[in-house]
């Protein structure tokens, strides 16, 4: 890849970030390359959920630098939705009032016109035609699995450099996950930047380029996921087998 | 969520200690205030500021200590007031026997208001006793009806907008003749100094813990076994007996009690004394009354402008200084402790001062 | 028989109609903010003696009082946010709530008093009105009656509008129903807030300007209405705003079947009965969700 001449889509520098008084992230570094599916693993409150909201802007950055196509960010959160963040968060965060399709519509909140946005849409509908079916029906009262999906499409919609997307299986039956996860597979297919967090390896073993392992704030190891796969100590220690 | 330093027993008698001192000051201050001063005027708004830093410390103690916003403190007070009032205008009793009887009333009117408001947080405690306090004041104004025939004047069950009046008062007039305001003065005092110590000790006992539970993160508090229900129903009902005795003093005091207590602006000024002085602190309510009498006093010369600087106090000490003249100063002995222990490389130990994290990426 | 009826009706229809634009304008604020804006009854206040000025002392025609009162508004509402709002939203967030609500009844009061001292205390004439009435068969109705709700008729379409089909009243929507999440689709929240206080003010402006028309300009004036919305909006559930407008005509019409029965001075203490029972039975209104709150 041509990695070398255009500054990564996405670079952390020693980011610390926390609630509180405490220190969750405490200096990770990693990067993302255009059309890249980079993967963060490792066990629950470790931090995970703190990097993608610290990157988006929802958690504050106490050190360190974050940049988007070489650009750093200020870290309030519409800002790094203009510079292109995309942040699916953990639990959909929908608005639950609202109908799929205005769900949809705040997604493309920053797109300059409406061609651009029917554009999205159709892209959107064509990979997730659930969601066109139900474009009218209020968002709480959606199954879990048809929320997950919204919560990418709303993701879609905006268009972004980079997609985070906060451990997509979190509360699904896995066949549902299976569906979330193919999905995935086709935007990644398709070109899209990803970063995903996930608890579980397993599911990602195919899709990810590299993987990089969170205990307790800090990355312990990268590689490519069939190695983690491979490395039974690891998987012990950090994954509970 | 905040954090508190583990106490040591030197650092709680330091705090304990401070309080200690301030309070003899205080009392100091307060017995030879009479022979200072001269003006009758002066020491008739020291005694009006005495009923106001009272009513201001049991508000305190529902919203500063347990976070609970009612705005019905003054229909609280104006209960105790009137309950007092009305004993000794229907039924003859002396001022001194109806003053406790008055409190008492309070007490299960503000438990009644305790109740309607139990299941409820925030916002909403604040409309409903609103709602409840505004009531009142339209009962009591818009009564017409003629109750009984004092001479040949109609007067209402109510009193209706004028009032109760002449219905007893503190003895002191009989017994001290021209120095009666001293002696009013000397009552009120003493009524004011009983409810600080009273507070202290529930403050900083077990129901007290409760009570700051409530307000600091009532679910937290509820898994830890607090019975929030309980809780809320007591400082409803300790609030108001000292809030109600002090109505009834009023009304003794000022051998009067109306509907005017229950406006507003009177409400606003009690609010805004906490404010000013430091929400949730105990020395806040004295302070906030001494430093917002004054400025009243001052502002008196201007006259109408006095309600528009009051307004704007209010909001601007939010504002600019949202934990009020004490936690401010709190802030500043915090700070010069922690450079003098830099400075002679000791550990700090304050109880008084809650641990909290520098904002990050503001 | 029909006669008083009918007269009941359109007393309760008519204050329903005002109290249901006081309403929006709080229910607007609490449900995107979080704040309640203890000032409205003044900005209220401000919008009639807005009016009155530019129309009585200026002598310009009627709808530019209007304009005049609508501007003001939403310039008070810009000034509530940058003077005070703003730096507020800076502190803690838990004490937000409280502190904006002192803090605007600080504001409030102020403001009630500034206008006493501008125009004092005497009251005014509210000269945008009709005089007169209309008969529909048997029934007589004050052309007053029908301006009032047709104005608050076509207030609450604009506002439906603008926060349905626009950019930005969707923007107010999500702001308001999942703030963070808002602010990672690129909404400046801020913005926001400032949008919603300003047309919450204008709606206030408006709201005083039909007020006064029924009753009189008195500084006062913004109190009472702004108390029943409180309520009507807290017996809805704060934030629900198609219900607070229900509330409004319901509580509205109750009051005056009250006051007919009962007497003028027990048409307040109704409303009281009825909060309360509501809120004992459900906690966060009619039609209110409940918070989750994290521990």
Redesign the interface.
């Known amino acids: 890849m041509g990695a070398a001449a255009k500054p990564p889509v996405l670079q952390l520098d020693n980011i610390v970030?926390g609630y509180?008084?405490l220190d969750v992230l405490k200096g990770i570094s990693l990067t993302v390359h255009a059309g890249e599916f980079v993967t963060v693993v490792g066990p629950n409150g470790h931090g995970k959920s703190t990097l993608l909201k610290t990157i988006?802007?929802?958690v504050?950055?106490?050190a360190g630098q974050i940049g988007i196509d070489g650009q750093r960010l200020s870290?309030k959160?519409?800002e790094t939705?203009?510079l292109g963040v995309a942040?699916v968060?953990q639990g959909d965060?929908?608005?639950?009032?609202?109908s799929v399709l205005?769900n949809l519509?705040?997604?493309a909140?920053?797109a300059p016109d409406k061609a651009e946005i029917t554009r999205r849409l159709d892209e959107v509908y064509a990979l997730l035609p659930k969601l066109a079916d139900r474009r009218n029906q209020i968002a709480s009262s959606l199954s879990g699995g048809e929320r997950r999906m919204v919560g990418i499409g709303?993701g879609l919609m905006?268009g972004g450099r980079i997609l985070l997307i906060d451990e997509p299986s979190l509360g699904l039956a896995p066949l549902i996950i299976d569906q979330v996860y193919g999905v995935i597979a086709e935007l990644s297919k398709a070109g899209r930047t990803v970063l995903l967090v996930e608890e579980n390896p397993a599911r990602v073993e195919d899709l990810a380029d590299r993987l990089h392992l969170l205990d307790d704030g800090a990355i312990v190891w990268s590689g490519k996921p069939a190695e983690l796969m491979a490395r039974d100590e690891l998987l012990a220690t950090y994954l509970g087998g | 969520m905040t954090k508190t330093r583990p106490m040591s027993r030197s650092a709680m008698s330091r705090s304990a200690r401070t309080d200690l001192v301030i309070s003899l000051v205080l009392i100091a201050a307060a017995i030879a205030l009479p022979f200072l001063v001269d003006s009758r005027y002066i020491l008739g708004q020291i005694v009006l500021a005495l009923f106001y830093a009272t009513i201001a410390s049991q508000w305190n103690l529902l919203f500063g200590f347990s976070g609970i916003f009612s705005l019905a403190q003054m229909a609280i007070f104006a209960f105790g007031g009137y309950a007092t009032a009305m004993l000794c205008f229907y039924f003859g009793w002396n001022v001194w026997a109806a003053l406790v009887p008055g409190a008492l009333g309070a007490v299960l009117f503000s438990l009644v208001v305790g109740l309607a408001c139990l299941r409820l947080t925030g916002v909403y405690v604040a409309l409903l006793t609103l709602a409840i306090a505004q009531t009142m004041y339209l009962l009591i104004v818009t009564d017409t009806e003629c109750f009984v025939m004092v001479g040949s004047v109609c007067r209402q069950f109510t009193g209706g907008a004028v009032g109760f009046a002449r219905f007893g008062d503190l003895g002191t007039r009989a017994l001290l003749r021209a120095q009666w305001l001293v002696g009013n003065y000397a009552i009120i005092a003493v009524l004011f100094a009983l409810t600080m110590v009273f507070t202290y000790a529930i403050v900083k006992s077990p129901i007290g813990l409760a009570f700051r539970a409530l307000k600091d993160n009532p679910d937290y508090a509820v898994a830890r076994g607090v019975n929030r229900f309980q809780a809320q129903l007591l400082v409803f009902g300790i609030s108001a007996f000292f809030t109600g005795l002090a109505g009834g003093f009023y009304a003794a005091h000022f051998q009067a009690i109306g509907p005017g207590v229950l406006s507003m602006s009177q409400l606003m000024f009690i609010i805004a004394i906490v404010v000013v002085g430091g929400v949730g602190t105990f020395w806040g309510p004295l302070v906030g009354t001494v430093v917002l009498v004054l400025a009243d006093e001052l502002m008196r010369e201007s006259g109408e402008f006095r309600t528009l600087g009051l307004g704007l106090i209010i909001a601007l000490s939010v504002v600019l200084m949202p934990k009020g003249l004490v936690g401010r100063f709190g802030d500043l002995v915090h700070w010069l402790t922690r450079r003098r222990a830099k400075l002679t490389d000791a550990k700090p130990i304050d109880s008084n001062i809650v641990q909290s994290p520098a904002p990050a990426g503001k | 028989m029909v006669d008083v009826l009918m007269a009941i009706l359109v007393a309760g229809f008519t204050s329903g109609a005002l109290y249901a634009l006081a309403t929006v304008g709080l229910s607007l604020v609490w449900g995107s903010m979080g704040m309640l804006n203890m000032a409205h009854a003044a900005m209220l206040t401000l919008g009639g003696y807005v009016a009155f000025t530019v129309i009585t002392s200026l002598g310009l025609p009627i709808a530019i009082g209007f304009m005049g009162a609508i501007l003001v508004g939403a310039v008070a509402g810009a000034i509530l946010y940058f003077a005070i709002v703003r730096n507020l939203l800076k502190n803690d967030k838990s004490t937000f709530e409280a502190n904006v609500m002192i803090a605007t009844v600080g504001i409030g009061i102020a403001l009630e008093n500034a206008i006493l001292l501008t125009y004092g205390g005497q009251p005014l004439k509210q000269p945008v009105s009709i005089a007169g009435t209309f008969r529909v068969g048997p029934l007589t109705l004050p052309w007053q009656n029908l301006l009032i709700i047709a104005v608050v008729v076509v207030m609450m379409v604009v506002v439906s509008l603008a926060l349905g089909r626009t950019r930005m009243g969707r923007a107010i929507r999500a702001t308001a129903q999942n703030r963070d999440a808002a602010q990672l689709m690129g909404v400046a929240v801020n913005r926001v807030y400032l949008q919603v206080l300003m047309l919450s003010g204008a709606l206030a402006g408006i709201c005083g300007v039909m007020v006064s028309s029924m009753t009189q300009l008195s500084p006062p004036l913004g109190n009472d209405p702004m108390l029943k919305a409180f309520i009507m909006c807290v017996v809805a559930g704060l934030g629900n705003l198609p219900g607070a407008v229900a509330a409004a005509l319901g509580l509205a019409l109750l009051e005056s079947f009250v006051q007919y029965a009962l007497g003028a001075r027990w048409g307040f203490p109704s409303l009281l009965f009825v909060v309360i029972a509501v809120l004992i039975w459900r906690p966060s209104g009619l039609f209110g969700r409940a918070e989750i709150r994290r521990m």
């Open positions: 970030s509180d008084g988006s802007g929802l504050p950055l106490r870290g959160p519409h939705a203009m942040h968060p965060m929908l608005f639950a009032q609202m205005e519509l705040m997604g909140y920053l709303r905006m």
